[in-house]
């Protein structure tokens, strides 16, 4: 099982292009999440996909799209980048099955610059 | 919504002292309390969870305890090693829910 995997490792945008970072899983997990990690900050969702076919947003979702593509792949698209979106982005994938809560897999992270 | 805060935001201990990261929380429907160890340019993995029905939870060396009435719960590391350090995040979730929110995490270093 390679688990959690995301694409690309590391990018550098200029400001205003745009790109998608790719996510996928492998453990049939239903919960797909993004977050992003700046110094200081911790993890701040960014947007989540409680099932195949739903997305919601999280605390930080301005600036950004997602799609659940299918059960085992999630992408995360920043449409016109800015240097406020410079960050690692990880995503993760939970079980979750209601009503209790579960483990969260990380992928290994996209660190992006915007110039 | 739920906001967790961690404390403290760094913290250096010598080889085989504890070390004790505490967060409070301030959703009082907030029942899943998980702590993730991120070591450096690695993706955080969980190390050990509690649900609110338990006080407290032993996993080798580390412990965690929760206190539902002073929404707060702690993280205990005995016997530190060199290879404890990392950076440690404590959440929270409520039942039903998916989303976690974070702590702003814990610096540990561990010096030999």
């Known amino acids: 099982n390679a688990g959690v995997t995301q694409t690309p490792k590391f990018q550098v945008l200029k400001t205003g292009q745009s790109m998608t970072l790719q996510c996928a899983q492998d453990?049939?997990?239903?919960?797909m999440y993004w977050y992003r990690q700046d110094p200081g900050m911790g993890l701040r969702l960014i947007y989540y996909?409680?099932?195949?076919?739903?997305?919601d947003k999280g605390e930080v979702p301005n600036g950004y799209n997602v799609s659940r593509l299918n059960k085992r792949e999630f992408s995360l698209r920043l449409e016109s980048a800015a240097p406020s979106q410079t960050s690692v982005y990880f995503c993760?994938?939970?079980?979750?099955?209601?009503?209790?809560?579960?483990?969260?897999?990380f992928g290994p992270g996209t660190r992006l610059t915007v110039t | 919504g739920e906001n967790v805060e961690q404390h403290p935001s760094t913290l250096s201990v010598q080889e085989g002292d504890s070390a004790v990261i505490k967060c409070t929380y301030s959703?009082?429907?907030?029942?899943?309390f998980p702590w993730y160890k991120q070591e450096l340019g690695k993706r955080p993995q969980l190390i050990i969870d509690?649900?609110?029905?338990?006080g407290e939870k032993k996993d080798q060396r580390i412990a965690v305890t929760l206190n539902k009435t002073a929404k707060h719960f702690s993280l205990h590391i005995t016997e530190t090693q060199p290879e404890d350090s990392a950076v440690y995040f404590c959440?929270?979730?409520?039942?039903?829910?998916?989303?976690?929110?974070f702590g702003t995490g814990t610096r540990l270093l561990v010096s030999p």
């Open positions: 993760a994938s939970s079980e979750a099955q209601r009503p209790a809560a579960s483990e969260q897999y």
């Open positions: 509690i649900r609110s029905n338990v």
């Open positions: 959703d009082s429907a907030s029942n899943y």
């Open positions: 959440a929270a979730s409520k039942q039903g829910f998916q989303k976690l929110v």
């Open positions: 453990m049939n997990h239903n919960s």
């Open positions: 996909s409680a099932s195949e076919g739903t997305t």
